[in-house]
């Protein structure tokens, strides 16, 4: 059973372009749960997704956006980026019946 | 506004010795406290996570002590070892929104070092 996976691994972008990440939760897992952790800090929660529908939102502006696909994997769209969101994006995967599992991230910097 | 706050920042230890970091959380509705470790480029992993209807929870070298008055929890690594060097995040949730885990709050982390 492969855990969380996300892809790219790594991105390079520069200021004013979007960009799309990708996560495919764990098997079993059906609520999706996005992250951002930037250098030397605690991760920060962006939003949470659950049939397909945006459950919970932390303190992000617009530009930050999600989707979840009816195979519970998701994306996360971040328009117009700014060099402060370079960061480790991070998805979290998990149910009703089990905890919220980690993936490897997505280290996006924006020059 | 922070509502988990950890301390300290970073940590040495010699090899063999007790790692204490210690987290305040100020929301008295969070029921869902992991601790997790993270190494360099690597996603979070669990550690060992406690509610708040028990003080103590032990996990071979790791444990979790909580007091629910004071809202402060903390992880001791007993017998530390060079392989536990990594970031320590403690994290606080509540675990029954909408059925399933809310949204994890996390501490600012710990270095830890363990020198051999």
């Known amino acids: 059973d492969a855990g969380v996976t996300q892809s790219p691994t790594h991105l390079i972008k520069t200021r004013g372009q979007q960009v799309t990440l990708r996560c495919s939760p764990k098997s079993g897992h059906d609520t999706v749960s996005w992250y951002q952790q930037a250098l030397g800090q605690g991760p920060q929660f962006i939003f949470q997704y659950y049939e397909e529908e945006e459950r919970q939102r932390g303190n992000f502006p617009d530009r930050f956006s999600g989707h979840q696909f009816p195979n519970y994997s998701s994306e996360l769209n971040v328009n117009a980026l700014l060099l402060g969101d370079s960061a480790l994006y991070l998805c979290?995967?998990?149910?009703?019946?089990?905890?919220?599992?980690f993936g490897p991230g997505t280290r996006l910097t924006v020059l | 506004q922070q509502q988990v706050k950890q301390s300290p920042q970073s940590l040495i230890v010699q090899k063999g010795g007790i790692s204490i970091i210690n987290c305040a959380y100020e929301?008295?509705?969070?029921?869902?406290f992991p601790w997790y470790q993270q190494f360099p480029g690597k996603g979070p992993a669990l550690l060992i996570a406690i509610r708040p209807d028990v003080s103590e929870k032990k996990e071979g070298r790791f444990t979790i002590s909580f007091n629910k008055s004071a809202k402060q929890f903390s992880l001791h690594i007993m017998d530390s070892q060079p392989g536990d060097s990594a970031t320590y995040f403690c994290?606080?949730?509540?675990?029954?929104?909408?059925?399933?885990?809310?949204?994890?709050?996390f501490g600012k982390g710990t270095k830890l070092s363990v020198k051999p």
């Open positions: 979290a995967s998990s149910s009703i019946l089990d905890r919220q599992f």
């Open positions: 994290a606080a949730s509540m675990w029954n929104y909408g059925g399933s885990q809310g949204n994890l709050i």
């Open positions: 929301n008295t509705a969070f029921d869902y």
